[in-house]
């Protein structure tokens, strides 16, 4: 039985490696192609920025050492995406515990919906940084400021989703609970939160993309260590080799949180539902 087991093992291992490697291809032949494609017009003088080669020479200490800490603001590139981070998550996880819960009530009722759907669709409108001034009025300090734009950017689509998820319930359901006289908690847990995940965690990827890029644009205003600020130090100070490879960083960890939402999702949406 070992034996088979291992021969199976060396069996799967080439075929393993195999479909990986083909899976590899298409994006590395892409990202080389970018690559000759900026060279070239770098080179040319066609495109009025440094070429990758150049911009690896100039950002290689960022690079190699993206921890130093000279103290203030003068941080490396993942501590100021740290610090990003930190707000990012704070802001999300309140804007998604009051979009979720605004969503089921909004979607329960036929009378609440009729009459704040209107609202939350004229807010969801609002570009991230027009919030901005407002939040730093009444808050009078940058970071909760930062935090609030990021709430207030994130929960549109948590909680339209969520709402749309609960109206989306078969009326058939309701119809069974309530010959089973399911209690309110019976009710949610059996079937309003089965039906209605999906819903929600494709508002809670709209929404942390959404957070992200909210972030990153007002920490340029508001000042401080975070990714954004950095961004804008660096366009204050030519460094323009660093604000191409922050992109690179800004891109990279947005493609991490959709991924991490969409993995916690496959753990958590029933599976009859994926």
Same mark, same amino acid.
């Given at each position: 039985?070992?034996?088979?087991?291992?021969?199976?093992?060396?069996?799967?291992?080439?075929?393993?490696?195999?479909?990986?490697?083909?899976?590899?291809?298409?994006?590395?032949?892409?990202?080389?192609?970018?690559?000759?494609?900026?060279?070239?017009?770098?080179?040319?003088?066609?495109?009025?920025?440094?070429?990758?080669?150049?911009?690896?020479?100039?950002?290689?200490?960022?690079?190699?050492?993206?921890?130093?800490?000279?103290?203030?603001?003068?941080?490396?590139?993942?501590?100021?995406?740290?610090?990003?981070?930190?707000?990012?998550?704070?802001?999300?996880?309140?804007?998604?515990?009051?979009?979720?819960?605004?969503?089921?009530?909004?979607?329960?009722?036929?009378?609440?919906?009729?009459? &704040?759907?209107? $609202? =939350?669709?004229? #807010? +969801?409108?609002?570009?991230? @940084?027009? /919030? !901005?001034? %407002?939040?730093? *009025?009444?808050?009078?300090?940058?970071?909760?400021?930062?935090?609030?734009?990021?709430?207030?950017?994130?929960?549109?689509?948590?909680?339209?989703?969520?709402?749309?998820?609960?109206?989306?319930?078969?009326?058939?359901?309701?119809?069974?609970?309530?010959?089973?006289?399911?209690?309110?908690?019976?009710?949610?847990?059996?079937?309003?939160?089965?039906?209605? &995940?999906?819903? $929600? =965690?494709?508002? #809670? +990827?709209?929404?942390?993309? @959404?957070? /992200? !890029?909210? %972030?990153?644009? *007002?920490?340029?205003?508001?000042?401080?260590?975070?990714?954004?600020?950095?961004?804008?130090?660096?366009?204050?100070?030519?460094?323009?080799?660093?604000?191409?490879?922050?992109?690179?960083?800004?891109?990279?960890?947005?493609?991490?949180?959709?991924?991490?939402?969409?993995?916690?999702?496959?753990?958590?949406?029933?599976?009859?539902?994926?």
């Amino acid at each position: 039985m070992t034996a088979q087991l291992s021969r199976t093992r060396r069996f799967d291992a080439p075929k393993l490696a195999a479909g990986l490697f083909k899976r590899l291809i298409p994006p590395v032949l892409a990202i080389a192609v970018f690559l000759m494609v900026w060279q070239g017009l770098s080179a040319s003088g066609i495109l009025k920025l440094p070429s990758p080669t150049q911009t690896i020479q100039d950002t290689w200490e960022l690079i190699i050492d993206p921890f130093y800490d000279n103290g203030g603001t003068d941080k490396g590139l993942l501590l100021q995406i740290f610090a990003s981070l930190k707000r990012v998550a704070l802001g999300f996880v309140l804007a998604a515990i009051v979009g979720v819960s605004l969503g089921i009530i909004t979607g329960m009722s036929k009378f609440v919906y009729q009459a &704040v759907d209107p $609202i =939350f669709q004229v #807010l +969801r409108t609002v570009p991230p @940084l027009a /919030w !901005l001034p %407002i939040s730093l *009025a009444a808050f009078q300090q940058a970071q909760p400021s930062a935090i609030f734009v990021i709430f207030i950017t994130a929960i549109w689509p948590i909680i339209i989703n969520t709402c749309e998820g609960v109206r989306q319930i078969p009326q058939d359901y309701n119809n069974v609970a309530r010959v089973l006289k399911l209690s309110r908690p019976e009710y949610f847990t059996n079937i309003l939160f089965p039906a209605t &995940v999906p819903y $929600i =965690f494709t508002g #809670l +990827r709209i929404g942390v993309g @959404l957070s /992200w !890029l909210a %972030i990153v644009a *007002a920490e340029m205003l508001i000042g401080g260590v975070g990714i954004g600020f950095f961004i804008w130090d660096a366009w204050n100070n030519s460094r323009i080799s660093d604000i191409i490879i922050a992109l690179l960083y800004i891109g990279v960890v947005g493609l991490l949180l959709d991924r991490l939402v969409g993995y916690i999702a496959t753990l958590v949406v029933p599976t009859e539902q994926k």
